[in-house]
């Protein structure tokens, strides 16, 4: 009561005794029309560190052929870091947890393969009919959730849209976040959406949201700062992990947001990426984008525009890349839990 944070280091331990006795093998079994690879079922079943990671950002969120470059490089990133990496994804209409190099290809080349960008209403459809999916965010959640896997990594989450109290564009994510029980290692929100009222609703959602550094300037994947704060920020992967720990313990099933800020050596100048987010939001509207195409759209333009540039705005391109690896990279430590 005197506001000194009091210790509940023996209850987390003997917790944490309990849930390594959780028969894991069981669960698996139950999934049936889940196709999980035999790398991430070994790790989840020997309670090793599994990190999820979504395929929309490979099927609709970067060109053919950097997007399988890029997915395999974040794998390896991972893997460096003593963690098992599972990208989910829809082949052919089977729900999978972990492919392989050869089917991360297939998948990545979009020409050919023609996946649907999935997310929670998706899903269904797109097992039904048999088709091939990139998993959203949201989408990697819900089936994270299913087997078991509890830390997620991905570049930036969607959120709400600009001018989204008109339009009610707010992405699926955040309602997923809010029931996934799942902890989300991004790089922030991207500034094509609206920041301040992204973090409103995660608010609303119950997700716990932290910067990770000493500071609670949340990023905007580009760039540090978005000039909004998160309300909390951790300064470990331990700490982050202790919350990941109560999260459970307390049975919330809410999800948590960790955002780690791009290395100042990978960072853009706000300025410049400011004005090519305005120029493709401009684009957008001009096109009458609208619905589920609107996040790949902009990503497509601002791609386009950096890379058309000039050579300084291509290496920030290159950059965007590595920004994605690094923060995913600190996952792994996240995932040591
Ligand atoms: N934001 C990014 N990069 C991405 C996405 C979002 O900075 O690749 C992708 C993710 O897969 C995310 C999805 O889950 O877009 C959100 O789409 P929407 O805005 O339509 O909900
Ligand atoms: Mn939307």
Redesign the pocket.
Same mark, same amino acid.
């Given at each position: 009561l005197d506001g000194t944070p009091r210790k509940n280091e023996t209850k987390k331990e003997k917790d944490i005794e309990d849930l390594s006795d959780f028969d894991f093998s069981d669960m698996l079994s139950n999934f049936n029309n889940i196709q999980i690879s035999e790398e991430v079922r070994a790790a989840l079943q020997n309670d090793n560190a599994v990190v999820s990671l979504? !395929?929309? +950002?490979i099927t609709? $969120?970067?060109p053919y052929p950097q997007n399988v470059k890029c997915a395999l490089e974040v794998e390896a990133v991972v893997r460096d870091q003593g963690a098992v990496p599972a990208t989910v994804a829809i082949v052919q209409g089977q729900i999978r947890v972990g492919l392989d190099e050869n089917e991360l290809t297939r998948l990545g080349d979009v020409q050919k393969s023609r996946p649907i /960008?999935t !997310?929670r209403r998706d899903l269904a459809y797109v097992v039904g009919k048999g088709l091939n999916g990139?998993?959203?965010? =949201?989408?990697?959640l819900v089936l994270a959730k299913k087997v078991g896997i509890p830390v997620f990594a991905?570049?930036?989450? $969607?959120?709400v849209?600009r001018e989204g109290e008109t339009t009610l564009? +707010? =992405?699926?994510?955040l309602t997923e976040l809010g029931k996934c029980g799942v902890a989300v290692v !991004?790089s922030g929100? /991207?500034s +094509?959406?609206d920041i301040p009222k992204t973090l409103e609703y995660l608010e609303t959602e119950g997700v716990f949201v932290a910067t990770f550094g000493d500071t609670t300037d949340f990023p905007a994947?580009y760039s540090r700062k978005s000039g909004c704060h998160a309300p909390y920020s951790v300064e470990t992967a331990a700490e982050a992990a202790k919350i990941i720990h109560w999260n459970r313990t307390l049975n919330l099933q809410s999800g948590m947001l960790f955002a780690v800020p791009v290395p100042e050596q990978f960072a853009f100048d706000e300025n410049v990426i400011n004005d090519v987010i305005a120029e493709a939001l401009e684009d957008a509207k001009r096109n009458g984008i609208r619905? /589920?195409? +609107?996040?790949?759209f902009l990503?497509g333009r601002i791609g386009e525009i950096t890379a058309g540039k000039s050579l300084e705005t291509s290496i920030l391109r290159y950059r965007s890349q590595v920004t994605f690896l690094v923060a995913t990279g600190k996952s792994g430590n996240a995932a040591g839990c």
């Open positions: 979504e !395929s929309t +950002i609709h $969120g970067m /960008k !997310s990139g998993t959203t965010v =949201s989408g990697t991905t570049g930036g989450i $969607g959120g849209h564009d +707010i =992405s699926a994510d !991004s929100v /991207k +094509i959406l994947f619905g /589920k195409e +609107i996040t790949p990503l």
